[in-house]
């Protein structure tokens, strides 16, 4: 078995994944949550369109070409810090 190249949609989008020899192939994504306080975790699908080259006689994709990564919500620490000083101011005395 030869290299190939795997098309996979992600978000709409296709990339081609070079397929190694050994059968194993890297795609690498950006998160679509980013540091936004506002979005909430989600989930990501990866889907396999066509797979070319390696010497394959045929390739059937079916269900096993999809794939869904889920995303965890992006959580950071706030830490508040408040002071007071001790002291009292008394308004016109009675």
Request: glycine share 12%.
């Amino acid at each position: 078995m030869g290299s190939a190249t795997a098309v996979i949609t992600v978000a709409g989008k296709d990339y081609d994944v070079a397929i190694g020899a050994d059968g194993k192939g890297t795609l690498t994504v950006a998160n679509p949550n980013a540091e936004d306080v506002y979005k909430d975790a989600s989930d990501l699908t990866a889907t396999v369109k066509s797979v070319t080259g390696g010497g394959y006689s045929e390739v059937t994709i079916g269900n096993a070409g999809t794939a869904t990564a889920h995303i965890a919500d992006t959580i950071d620490t706030t830490t508040v810090h408040l002071s007071a000083t001790d002291s009292i101011t008394e308004a016109g005395g009675r």
